[in-house]
């Protein structure tokens, strides 16, 4: 399935872009977290498991046990720090 | 009754938009507001400047749920979020939230409220300018702690 990717903040800038499209089969957060990992580079080390990384899914903060599909959005962020 | 959220880059009147936000409603009898401001010091840093980014979207998304939340916690009459996004300096006006109510109470705790629900559910992130360079500002534990006090699990800083 199709998944647009978003990006922010300092996870944005090591990866050097805002947002992709890719084709997947993984079927929650988490798994499409680690199959980016899995490219190793900026994207292994920013998404690393005990970095603090919150994840939104179709734009509404998501534990890693959320279910993907078709053309859903999906965002890796660093700790938001508004106000 | 009017529930609203604006992100912007331009500056904002607070006295005007507190009229706006009581005008015609005559119920009415507290308005309680807070503004956020750039401090020229932040973590032992002197802060030229900030750099204010959001994910346009999931940010208005989520105050209007934190809105919606207030609206059944509290008894309050209307509500509005500002938040800047962009370049700011020191002594600039960041962040404004206003509530209004028939009694002081209400809107007190419907402000404070909405305060801690944002600085840690709201999508921005500050990148300031010191003299060591330019840095993310980190996320602070304890507005997870504020956020806890109202009986709501904040993850933010979790590894």
Redesign the interface.
Known sequence: MKVNLKYFASIREAIGQGSESVNTQAATLQALRDELMARGGAYAEVLAHGRAVRMALDQDLCEGSAALSDGCEVAFFPPVTGG | MSFTVSIQTQDFDVSQELAALRAGDARVGAVCSFL?TVRERNDGSSVASME????P??TE??ISAMMDEAKKRFDIFAARVI?RVGLLHPEDQ??WVAVTSAHRGESFKACEFL?DY??????????EVTPEGAR????RVSDDQALARWGIQAS????
Do not use: C, R
């Open positions: 956020g204010l980014e959001h994910y979207g999931m998304k989520s938040h960041i962040v305060m944002l600085k840690t559910q709201a999508p921005f992130w500050k990148k993310w500002v980190d996320a933010n800083t979790l590894s």
